[in-house]
């Protein structure tokens, strides 16, 4: 039985909450008219925080993120609900564990899918040891949290150099790649010229559901604040009709979504520098930050900000930043 609900109206998005299996599983498949999914991946156990987008079209059809390897069987799950037997493209915004960690799972499972990602990223799925290494030094207990990274086949990936077409599912429905660099050097934004949906990745953040705020996803070793502000300008550009970041789902008003984006994104780092001046290193950092919870976010929910702690957390955000205002201050010295 489909669990996907068909919605008199685009917006509010509903959701389903499918218990055919709830003792073992539970999914929430999310539709709107445009023909576009959300499956929930519920990585790390935790509803609506992580998403993988599958786009139906009338010659091909393509899913934008894998998620993680820790939950594939419930993005599998998931895919399975809505009928999913071949896919013809998989597209990563980028490459983290957290979009890009199921891929070599996703391949074998749909043997005729090619992987698009960005060049700078292809070579780290044929061969993940050093993005798993790199990991490793942010996460304590990396299968638990992350499951496994199966490498993918080269003659499997597409590498992305450019802004360019990367999947025409028929019927003028054309997913081109907007390059996003901030977050991380390699991420790139997709853009649904049909819908005018734009899948942003991690470029704006992460702005729940339930949450209607957005927190900035500034991991390290790459990001980049003026870098990011830059992309999401770019992204504004293309005057979407929606943004639907991975975590999670759409946001309806695009130009108040990209607003707040950089709006935190400064928040943040401003919130840091003092901190960094003064000698602090990121425990500290992270310290600050919860402290400006109620500051920043007055009317979240401690179970809401639990869930984006899922996401991207205060210790990860603040070693980002904090390595960032190093690079910057190493840089100004040197010049
Ligand atoms: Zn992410």
């Given at each position: 039985m489909r669990c996907a609900l068909r919605t008199?109206?685009?917006?509010p998005i509903r959701l389903c909450r499918c218990r055919q299996r709830a003792a073992v599983y539970h999914a929430i498949v999310t539709q709107d008219l445009d023909g576009v999914f959300a499956v929930d991946?519920?990585?790390?156990?935790?509803?609506?925080i992580t998403a993988v987008y599958y786009l139906p079209g009338p010659d091909r059809s393509a899913l934008i993120e894998a998620g993680p390897g820790s939950s594939v069987q419930h993005t599998m799950k998931g895919l399975e609900q809505l009928e999913v037997d071949h896919l013809d493209f998989i597209i990563l915004t980028h490459i983290h564990l957290d979009h890009a960690g199921a891929i070599g799972h996703l391949c074998e499972r749909f043997p005729s899918a090619t992987v698009m990602v960005r060049e700078e990223g292809a070579p780290h799925l044929v061969d993940p040891s050093r993005l798993w290494a790199s990991a490793a030094r942010l996460y304590p207990d990396m299968e638990k949290i992350w499951g496994e990274m199966r490498p993918v086949p080269k003659d499997r990936i597409r590498a992305i150099s450019?802004?360019?077409?990367?999947a025409d599912l028929g019927g003028g429905r054309r997913i081109d790649a907007i390059y996003t660099p901030g977050?991380?050097?390699h991420h790139m934004a997709l853009l649904d010229r049909q819908s005018g949906d734009l899948f942003a990745g991690d470029a704006i953040g992460v702005r729940l559901q339930d949450a209607g705020v957005i927190r900035p996803a500034t991991p390290p070793p790459e990001f980049d604040l003026e870098a990011a502000v830059e992309s999401i300008e770019r992204m504004r550009a293309?005057?979407?009709?929606r943004v639907l970041p991975t975590h999670f789902g759409p946001a309806p008003d695009v130009n108040a979504a990209l607003d707040e984006a950089i709006l935190r994104l400064n928040q943040w780092v401003e919130a840091a520098e003092p901190v960094v001046e003064s000698g602090g290193d990121m425990t500290e950092v992270a310290k600050e930050f919860r402290s400006r919870r109620e500051d920043f976010y007055p009317d979240l929910t401690s179970e809401v900000t639990a869930r984006l702690e899922g996401t991207t957390s205060y210790d990860l955000n603040a070693a980002g930043i904090v390595r960032y205002l190093s690079k910057k201050k190493e840089a100004a010295g040197a010049s």
């Open positions: 008199a109206s685009v917006s991946t519920l990585m790390h156990g935790l509803e609506g450019n802004d360019e077409a990367v977050h991380a050097r293309f005057r979407a009709s």
